[in-house]
């Protein structure tokens, strides 16, 4: 009977093999991410960028991504065409079609200031990624509360970021990811460093260097590297962090080798790409000029870093890992650095209070000059006029994008820059700290006391430890003394490999399983006291000025300019020189030639997980304030403005862990964290009157720890905050003058009306820059009387000075020439913002005068207007003595209205579009 049996099963098996379907094969997701959220005026809808990695066993796989408005997926609203993922290497030949089997897709047509959720599939669905989530900028007229986070420098030797696991929760509009999303170094256990790019600073000097394939190879592991666990189902490093929320990301030295590819504006240089250091080269550029010479300062070789196809190669690799849209190419004959390149910089309005900008610091930067001795050179070369970070045509961007917002009335603009643009240091120096804290303060660093040889050594310098973790050399860091059986007195780590064993610096005589004993080492621990040839004020200082001038002398108020690489977190206001004298390079210059910028502060945040204050163990507020305290006596005896806000006009609300009192000292500890992992959170009120920052962070741990969030003993806490007023803010005026008469005369109550002051009274304390030439502009008791040089002379304008006690923004009013008949004098629309589903529009009218608003939904004219639903009881309005009055539009419709207010028929017809 038995093999009875067994005949009958193997004629079932053959049978359910026979019609068995294939075992469809799972597509593997590395993670998923969404960005640069972009509000598009002419259709007025948005788009975001999606990205994910995905493999199918290996190869190439075909998937499409969805987008939801709720996390079940029920309301899916966009599903996107098969995306092949597939694996191409670039070549000099080709260096931008690299793809390590990363897709992104950018999604159009979504809808202003909603929350959408989003994931990947394969076109069964067999295989679903997780779910991202993001949201879209709102309408640019909207009264928005904005609420963001920004930070940057994530070393795999502080994997897997327990600080970024914490971002998703608060629910941000966006996360600015600033720079040095990975970093190329060695000494991260389980993660070899990358093959060097290049030498610095002389390309003759014989180095190995990376071929076109191990440069895409190379970065392409370090990128997928923050996606995984260190931990046996520990965090998946940024996997949720990328998950969470829209990002903008920028590139910083790290995602370009830190070598001579760093300076994208800088002589391309010779070949470089091989195993030698000598010829044959894989590229045929890229080796860069000698930094040490001075004729390298400026570029005027006609070859740019930039264009070289190693430069070109880790930028793709960057594109393809990060969710950056697409944005073409920058069209600038005149400027051979841009013209050509990918435009990684651009601004995005978020409400009608604030603009987010996006700058590019290293495709069109000079070469980081250098000593004889290879150190940052910091003097007078860094005065150079010609010397440029972001380029010519990007800062005639920049400073365009920031006078129109100003001229616009949008209230704050948020400035990101990978490299720090306040100044720490005196010019051209470093200082000298006051009372600093010693060694002994800053604590030992490493906090591993035993471990076991896990091989014996004979005679060698090279030790396998276990220390009791998952893997070997967990938590070990450089300079921790040793002792044990056959261990010499006075030995150390030197440093630790990728497998997790040490390097000693004497040679041992060790048994297997031998237990060893370890001691802290002395905290090695350095703060900041210059500023270095990255940073603005250290190696590109005319340029600085320059654009530090621009927005002083326009008056351009309420600038945060966002920056990391520091390894700290400081609040500085930001000084420039008005003279132009920028330090030894500029004849008469002294320290005072530099003054602050009106209504303008830096704030350098981070690192999110890298190394600097994983150097202090000691995280008590008397060590941060002690250091704190160094610095900036020693910055006031250098004549520099020292770290903090204390003299800030609106400054309000000021704590700080472990300084009850800090509102009341505003102290420069009170702005400061040297030890601590850090991201910022900005929040905007609905009205725009005030900025709140909020710095999250927890204490730092050790280099290759790879500690998981510990939110009882390390929970991430509130280091510091503030709140800031903003400053007086002059929203921009339209009026009418007939072409029979050359006068447009308006009460200064009406120019007042739209304007905005957290203090003080608001007054017009000046009028000028009247067009077109000609015409003129004076004060009149309470009005502003506008005369053009002739009657047909066309549109003209000019500015106005508010003040409101303690400081001063400058108003833009245009004058437009209308048939004869109009009511010149009004009314105009000045502002439509949201108020939850309702939008609320302001006119400025004739005082005394009634008016009848309207809406069309008409894009193009003929338009067709409407009275509003007989529900509105009123929808007469009469303007007040300031001119002044609004009008609700409840819940309106569809996507796109225009708004007018007509006189009542007793009064002339006259209209004014929005």
């Not at 990328?242 to 504006?265: M, R």
């Not at 920049?398 to 490299?419: C, H, M, P, R, Y």
């Not at 200064?748 to 009274?761: E, H, I, M, P, R």
Request: net charge negative; hydrophobic share 35%; proline share 7%.
């Amino acid at each position: 009977m038995k093999p009875r049996h067994g005949l009958i099963l193997a004629a079932i098996t053959a049978a359910l093999a026979a019609n068995a379907r294939p075992v469809p094969v799972a597509v593997s997701f590395l993670g998923v991410a969404s960005g640069d959220a972009t509000y598009n005026s002419g259709p007025g809808t948005c788009d975001v960028t999606l990205w994910s990695r995905a493999t199918l066993s290996g190869g190439s796989a075909t998937v499409f991504a969805e987008v939801a408005t709720d996390i079940g997926f029920s309301g899916i609203v966009y599903t996107s065409a098969g995306l092949v993922t597939t694996s191409v290497t670039p070549t000099a030949a080709s260096p931008t079609t690299g793809q390590d089997f990363t897709s992104k897709q950018t999604v159009a047509g979504l809808a202003p200031g909603t929350v959408y959720y989003y994931r990947f599939r394969d076109s069964g669905a067999t295989s679903v990624s997780g779910i991202g989530k993001f949201k879209t900028p709102p309408l640019p007229t909207a009264a928005y509360p904005l609420h963001f986070a920004f930070s940057g420098d994530c070393d795999g030797l502080i994997r897997p970021y327990v600080l970024a696991s914490q971002v998703p929760s608060k629910n941000l509009d966006f996360f600015m990811f600033d720079g040095d999303t990975e970093y190329e170094t060695s000494a991260s256990i389980g993660s070899a460093a990358v093959t060097s790019t290049g030498n610095i600073p002389d390309p003759a000097t014989v180095t190995k260097s990376a071929t076109s394939t191990q440069l895409f190879t190379d970065f392409s592991r370090k990128y997928r590297e923050q996606f995984g666990t260190v931990n046996a189902g520990g965090q998946t490093g940024l996997k949720d962090f990328f998950a969470g929320q829209a990002n903008y990301t920028a590139y910083d030295n790290h995602e370009l080798g830190n070598k001579q590819y760093i300076n994208g504006g800088a002589p391309a240089g010779g070949g470089v790409g091989s195993a030698t250091g000598n010829a044959p080269y894989d590229l045929p550029s890229g080796a860069g000029v000698d930094a040490r010479v001075p004729a390298n300062d400026v570029n005027t070789s006609g070859a740019w870093m930039n264009k070289t196809p190693g430069f070109q190669i880790m930028q793709q690799v960057f594109l393809g890992y990060q969710p950056i849209k697409d944005r073409g190419t920058v069209v600038a004959p005149g400027d051979g650095n841009a013209n050509g390149t990918k435009q990684l910089y651009f601004a995005q309005q978020w409400g009608k209070n604030a603009i987010f900008v996006n700058t590019d610091c290293r495709s069109y930067r000079d070469i980081r000059v250098k000593t004889a001795g290879n150190a940052d050179d910091i003097g007078a070369r860094a005065d150079n006029a010609s010397r440029t970070m972001l380029g010519v045509t990007q800062l005639a961007w920049l400073e365009s994008a920031l006078l129109a917002a100003e001229q616009a009335g949008t209230t704050w603009k948020f400035v990101n820059i990978s490299d720090p643009i306040d100044e720490i240091a005196p010019v051209a120096g470093s200082l000298s700290m006051q009372n600093g804290p010693t060694v002994a303060d800053y604590g030992t660093i490493g906090n591993v006391t035993s471990a076991t040889a896990s091989a014996a050594t004979a005679n060698s310098t090279l030790l396998a430890v276990a220390t009791g973790a998952t893997q070997n050399g967990y938590g070990l860091v450089a300079g921790q003394p040793i002792s044990g059986a056959g261990i010499p007195p006075n030995t150390k780590i030197n440093s630790v490999n990728v497998d997790g064993s040490v390097t000693l610096n004497n040679a041992v005589n060790v048994a297997l399983g031998a237990a060893l004993t370890l001691s802290g080492a002395p905290s090695a621990y350095a703060p900041v006291n210059a500023d270095g040839g990255k940073s603005f004020v250290g190696g590109y200082r005319a340029e600085r000025n320059a654009l530090l001038k621009f927005i002083a002398d326009n008056h351009i108020n309420n600038v945060v300019f966002l920056a990391t690489d520091d390894h700290q977190n400081r609040v500085n206001e930001v000084v420039y020189s008005p003279s132009g004298r920028t330090g030894p390079g500029s004849p008469g210059f002294a320290q005072s030639d530099y003054v602050k910028v009106p209504y303008c502060f830096s704030i350098v945040c981070g690192p999110l997980g890298a190394t600097g204050p994983d150097l202090i163990s000691n995280h008590s507020f008397a060590l941060a304030q002690k250091l704190a305290q160094s610095i900036a006596n020693a910055e006031i005896a250098a004549g520099v403005e020292p770290i903090g806000l204390g003299g800030y006009p609106g400054l309000h609300n000021v704590t700080r862990d472990g300084n009850p009192n800090a509102d009341t000292t505003r102290a420069p500890e009170d702005f400061y964290s040297p030890d601590t992992f850090n991201y910022n959170i900005l929040d905007l009120g609905a009205d725009g009157l005030t900025l709140t920052v909020t710095s999250k962070g927890i204490n730092s741990t050790a280099q290759n720890a790879f500690t998981e969030y510990d939110g009882v003993n390390n929970p991430e806490r509130t280091l510091f905050s503030f709140q800031v007023a903003a400053g007086p803010v002059a929203a921009p005026d339209t009026l009418m003058r007939a072409n029979n008469v050359t006068v447009a005369k308006v009460a200064k109550s009406v120019l007042l009306g739209n304007d905005a002051v957290t203090t003080g009274t608001p007054s017009i304390l000046s009028v000028g820059n009247a067009l077109p030439a000609g015409a003129t502009v004076a004060l009149a008791g309470n009005f502003v009387i506008y005369t053009s040089p002739t009657a047909t002379a066309g549109n003209g304008s000019y500015t106005y000075t508010l003040g409101d006690g303690t400081g001063t923004a400058t108003g833009f009013v245009t004058v437009l020439e209308v048939p004869p008949g109009a009511n010149t004098s009004g009314p105009n629309a000045v502002r439509i913002v949201a108020s939850g589903p309702d939008f609320v529009v302001t006119f400025i009218g004739v005082p005394g005068n009634a008016y009848r608003v309207q809406f069309t939904t008409s894009t193009s004219a003929p338009y067709v207007w409407q009275d509003f639903d007989p529900i509105i009881s009123n929808p007469d309005h009469t303007a007040p003595a300031n001119g002044v009055f609004s009008h609700t539009d409840p819940s309106p419709v569809g996507p796109i209205r225009l708004y007018r207010a007509i006189p009542k028929p007793s009064t002339p017809p006259q209209s004014n579009d929005n």
